[in-house]
Structure formats: structure tokens, C-alpha cells
T-cell receptor, first 114, second 112 residues
Framework: EAQVTQNPRYLITVTGKKLTVTCSQN?????MSWYRQDPGLGLRQIYY???????DKGDVPEGYKVSRKEKRNFPLILESPSPNQTSLYFC?????????????FGNGTRLTVT | SQQGEEDPQALSIQEGENATMNCSYK?????LQWYRQNSGRGLVHLIL?????REKHSGRLRVTLDTSKKSSSLLITASRAADTASYFC????????????FGQGTELSVKP
């Protein structure tokens, strides 16, 4: 089944403890992206990647890192999480960029930082 | 930066009625997309309309795009309780590279 898989679905952690949210897609998509969703603010793009080894900042990249060493994986790294990073996170992928291809979303990771 | 803004923020209708949601944006776009999200789940793509298109249909969905007014509308005809969800427009702005920017969404409630 074609899908975007995020893990974990739920995560509770403490301030400053490094964490990684994994994202994997099995559709051979070139483009991958991370969004965070907060009440009243909608979805905001954190980072995106047009292809392997190519990553770019979205609108809210501060406090996050990403890497794209392989086509299928695009992990989101929080080196020192803070409470303002408590949010619902979505990974998404598309065949080639966003100009002609729709995004396929994972089911989300709900992160709580205390 | 919020490119798309949906209107209304919330909409409540009866089953069988039509639902219309609007989206306005600020800059020139390559395309505009509509997505649906069931509570807390991942978004699902509904329709992509390119800047040179004016109208597009998919089943009970009809999307229009007016680039002169920088606005789009999503019409769901003969709504069902299962259409209850949040609906988001997203714009691929020109000169923005790989960014797809989402609006804040319209929360649709369809009562049986």
C-alpha cells in the first residue's frame, strides 16, 4: 500500500532531550516536507526537500533539523525541544515538487514537550 | 507567512445542502490545491487547479479559481454527514520554490 509512515504517533518528552521523528514513504517520491499544525495557526511548513541531499527551510525552521540521505526517509530532529514545539507534526511527500503533484500526508505525530 | 485565508472559519449545514468554502491568497500562484482533514488525521488531497484553469470538477466537488481576484471556492454538492471535516486551501506561489502554503481551514459540520 502506498503510504507515508511517521513514527511515533504520540510522544511526550521533557525540555532539552533530543528526539527524532521518523518519516518514510514507499512511493519513490522526490519531494518531502514537514509541517506543524497548531490551533488558530493552521499548517506551517518547517522544512522541505526537493530530492536526496537537498533540503530548504520553510516558514518556521527554528529549532528543527532535517536530513535527506535516502529518497524514502526524511527524519525531523529536535536537538533541544522546548514547550513551544508542542504541536501536531505531519510529514508529506509528492512525486515531484508541489507545482504539479499533490501531497500525500502521514497520519501525524502528536508531540508534547513539558 | 499565510498565503491562503479561508472563509468562513466554520460552517454548519444539514445533510443534502450544498457547502461553499472560499479561499483568498495574496501573490501570484502556479496552482491552488484543496485538502480535507478528518479530526487529528493526515490531510487528504481533493483537487489541484492550475493558474490557467477556471473550474474543475471531481464527483460532488467543484472548484473555481479567479486569478484576477486571487480567490478560489470549493463547492460540495448534496453534502453528507461523512463530509464533516476541515477543508484547507494551499497555494504554490510563484518564485517560492518548493513551498506549499496552507490557509487556516474551514471547519465543516454536516448534520444528519
Amino acid at each position: 500500500e502506498a503510504q507515508v509512515t511517521q513514527n511515533p504517533r504520540y510522544l511526550i518528552t521533557v525540555t532539552g532531550k533530543k528526539l527524532t521523528v521518523t518519516c518514510s514513504q514507499n512511493m519513490n517520491h522526490e519531494y518531502m516536507s514537514w509541517y506543524r499544525q497548531d490551533p488558530g495557526l493552521g499548517l506551517r511548513q518547517i522544512y522541505y526537500s526537493m530530492n536526496v541531499e537537498v533540503t530548504d527551510k520553510g516558514d518556521v525552521p527554528e529549532g528543527y533539523k532535517v536530513s535527506r540521505k535516502e529518497k524514502r526517509n526524511f527524519p525531523l530532529i529536535l536537538e533541544s525541544p522546548s514547550p513551544n514545539q508542542t504541536s501536531l507534526y505531519f510529514c508529506a511527500s509528492s512525486l515531484s515538487g508541489v507545482s504539479n503533484s499533490p501531497l500525500h500526508f502521514g497520519n501525524g505525530t502528536r508531540l508534547t514537550v513539558t | 507567512s499565510q498565503q491562503g485565508e479561508e472563509d468562513p472559519q466554520a460552517l454548519s449545514i444539514q445533510e443534502g445542502e450544498n457547502a461553499t468554502m472560499n479561499c483568498s491568497y495574496k501573490t501570484s500562484i502556479n496552482n491552488l490545491q484543496w485538502y480535507r482533514q478528518n479530526s487529528g488525521r493526515g490531510l487528504v488531497h481533493l483537487i489541484l487547479i492550475r493558474s490557467n484553469e477556471r473550474e474543475k470538477h471531481s464527483g460532488r466537488l467543484r472548484v473555481t479559481l479567479d486569478t484576477s481576484k486571487k480567490s478560489s471556492s470549493l463547492l460540495i454538492t448534496a453534502s453528507r454527514a461523512a463530509d464533516t471535516a476541515s477543508y484547507f486551501c494551499a497555494t504554490d506561489a510563484r518564485n517560492q520554490g518548493g513551498k506549499l502554503i496552507f490557509g487556516q481551514g474551514t471547519e465543516l459540520s454536516v448534520k444528519p
